[in-house]
C-alpha cells in the first residue's frame, strides 16, 4: 500500500488520481519508480474529524499496479491507519483524552459515542507502538527525549502535524504507527510514499 501525503481523509477523491500522479513514486515491493497504471478501486469505511465533528464516511479507495513486479497496491489518504476505522487524528484525540485530559473510558465512550472496546482498542494500540515511538523520536530529535518517559511523556512528544510525525516513523519502521495489524510480523505488507519525496512543486 502506499500513503499519500498531498491528501486526508476529508480530501481523498480517487478521480484526482492520474498516471502522472505516481511519477517520482517508488514501488514499496521493488523500488522501481514511477512504473505504475492505475488499476481500479475498492470502497472502505473510514471515521475521521471535520470541524471537530466526527464523520463516518465510506470513500473509495484507488489502486495502482506496478508495471515491473506486477504487484497491487492500495493508494490511501495519509491520516487513514491500515486495517483500522479511526483516522491517526481520532486516534490521537482519543489517546490526548485519556492520557493527558485524564478522561476515563467510559466517560471518553459516552461523550463521542464510541462503544469502550473501541477506546481500549486504541490503547492497546498505543501500547505496542510506544517503544517504537520513543525510538523514532530519538533518531530524529535524541537532544530533546529524556532517557525515559511514561505513556503520557511519549505522548506529548507526537506534535502536530500527526501526519509529519507519521511519514518519518514511515520512514523508519517501513509501517504506519498505530496499524496493528502484522505488527512485527515478516508478513507484512511494505508501504510506501506518495508526495512526501516529490521534487519542490511536483505532482
Known amino acids: 500500500m502506499i500513503l499519500d501525503f ?32 492505475l488499476h481500479g478501486s475498492y470502497e472502505r469505511h473510514v471515521i475521521y474529524f471535520e ?8 470513500i473509495a479507495i484507488k489502486r495502482i499496479k506496478c508495471l515491473s513486479c506486477k504487484t497491487t497496491h492500495a ?11 479511526l483516522s491517526l487524528f481520532v486516534v490521537i484525540f482519543i489517546l ?28 492497546h494500540a498505543f501500547s ?5 515511538i520513543l525510538q523514532y523520536f530519538r533518531e530524529v530529535s535524541p537532544i530533546s527525549v529524556p532517557p525515559s518517559l511514561d505513556a503520557p511523556g511519549i505522548l506529548i512528544l507526537i506534535q502536530k502535524p500527526y501526519t509529519q510525525f507519521q511519514a518519518g516513523y514511515i520512514k523508519l519502521n517501513r509501517r504506519p ?17 506518495l508526495a512526501a519525496g516529490l521534487p519542490p512543486g511536483g505532482q
Open 128 to 132: 505496542i507502538h510506544m517503544n517504537n
Open 75 to 85: 493508494v490511501m489518504p495519509c491520516d487513514l491507519i491500515p486495517y483500522g476505522l
Open 6 to 37: 498531498l491528501h486526508t481523509c476529508k480530501t481523498y477523491d480517487k478521480k484526482n488520481y492520474s498516471k502522472k500522479h505516481f511519477r517520482f513514486t517508488i514501488c514499496p515491493k521493488c523500488f522501481a519508480i514511477g512504473r505504475f497504471n
Open 177 to 193: 504507527c498505530f496499524m496493528c495489524k502484522f505488527y512485527n510480523k515478516g508478513g507484512a505488507p511494505p508501504i510506501g510514499l
Open 51 to 58: 470541524n471537530f465533528i466526527l464523520v463516518y464516511a465510506l
Open 96 to 123: 490526548n483524552s485519556f492520557y493527558i485530559k485524564k478522561m476515563s473510558v467510559l466517560k471518553i465512550a459516552k461523550d463521542w459515542k464510541f462503544s469502550f472496546q473501541f477506546i481500549y482498542t486504541v490503547l
